[in-house]
């Protein structure tokens, strides 16, 4: 058990200090490597179907001056957390573009791993409505199981540490020293509150599209940044794949009206003037037939910038 002093001092101002005294790699990222930002694709395959030994489900990672901040939470995320060299105590801040299971589907579970790896600093969570229910319901999902590690293991209260900030309008998400995340409302019918991300650090600018089609918002949204993570669709892949999904029977109406198909992914990088453009959220994203060189042709024609094919754990 904690004695309570220590417990008020880890609760306090002092947290997070304490988090870099204690923790090695917070201590040697935050000093030894001065302003940086890293930028790790922590799963790039959308949808929800679980597919074996498939990309991973939708998950970004930045790590800003040695701080995490996680992007969409699908199924796997915190998994690929570690996988990226980065400990899953030292979780701090989390954005969820939109609540399609393939984005949200471990939002809850990520804090819960983080918490059972010795987690007892704040958690910070950004996202539309209903994340504040959905972060109620996954306590109360998990009660048993977290009461009886408070009392029998001498946890802090998970509940306690987690703020969830709710928004359902574009605009300012959340300022700190190091990084400025504004959100831009994208068109990803039937879900009204869906929305991209732009972080504007001080070495760099990323933004994330989250699922969109063509959407003039996200252009200006991303106007001038560095970097622009961008779901895609590639329309031949979808067809082929549609014959394979037999229990979704107006997939391809959605898939068409809520997504963005390869050329307009070009089309937006260009008009918004990034430098890179990083596809991710392929879908499909199990087609063999679909090298990166056809992704990349295929979202050429409009933008002459870098182009990357995102993969699991790339580091950009
Ligand atoms: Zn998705
Ligand atoms: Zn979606």
Redesign the pocket.
């Known amino acids: 058990m904690m004695s309570t002093p220590r417990r008020n001092f880890l609760a306090g101002a002092g947290a997070l200090a304490a988090m870099a005294a204690l923790s090695p790699w917070h201590a040697g990222h935050a000093q030894g490597t001065g302003k940086h930002t890293r930028l790790v694709l922590l799963g790039t395959g ?2 929800p179907r679980v597919i074996a030994n498939g990309r991973s489900k ?1 998950a970004n990672l930045l790590v800003i001056n040695g701080v995490p901040y996680v992007v969409d939470c699908g199924e796997g995320v915190a998994h690929q957390v570690e996988r990226a060299g980065v400990p899953l105590n030292s979780l701090r801040y989390v954005f969820i573009t939109h609540h ?1 299971s ?2 949200d589907l471990d939002y809850g579970n990520l804090i819960y791993d983080g918490w059972a790896s010795g987690l007892r600093t704040p958690v910070d969570t950004y996202g539309p409505p209903p994340t504040k229910a959905m972060t109620a319901a996954y306590w109360e999902l998990n009660k048993f199981d977290i009461e009886t590690r408070i009392a029998d293991e001498g946890r802090p209260d998970l509940r306690k540490l987690v703020t969830v900030h709710e928004f359902d309008k574009p605009g300012l998400v959340m300022q700190n020293d190091d990084v400025k995340v504004s959100a831009a409302r994208v068109r990803h019918p039937p879900i009204t509150q869906a929305y991209a991300y732009r972080f504007d650090a001080t070495d760099r600018s990323i933004v994330f599209s989250g ?1 969109t089609t063509f959407s003039p918002e996200l252009i200006e949204l991303a106007r001038g940044a560095d970097v622009l993570v961008h ?1 895609v669709m590639h329309l031949g892949g979808v067809e082929t794949l549609l014959k394979r999904v037999s229990n979704a029977a107006t997939l391809r109406e959605h898939l068409l009206a809520s997504h963005t198909v390869t050329e307009d992914v070009g089309k937006v990088a260009a008009a918004a003037g990034v430098k890179t453009l990083v596809l991710s ?1 392929l879908v499909p994203s199990d087609d063999a037939s679909l090298t990166d060189e056809v992704w990349t042709d295929a979202v050429r024609k409009h933008f002459s910038g870098q182009i990357i094919v995102g993969r699991d754990l790339l580091e950009i």
């Open positions: 959308g949808g939708p399609h393939d984005h699922d779901e959220h």
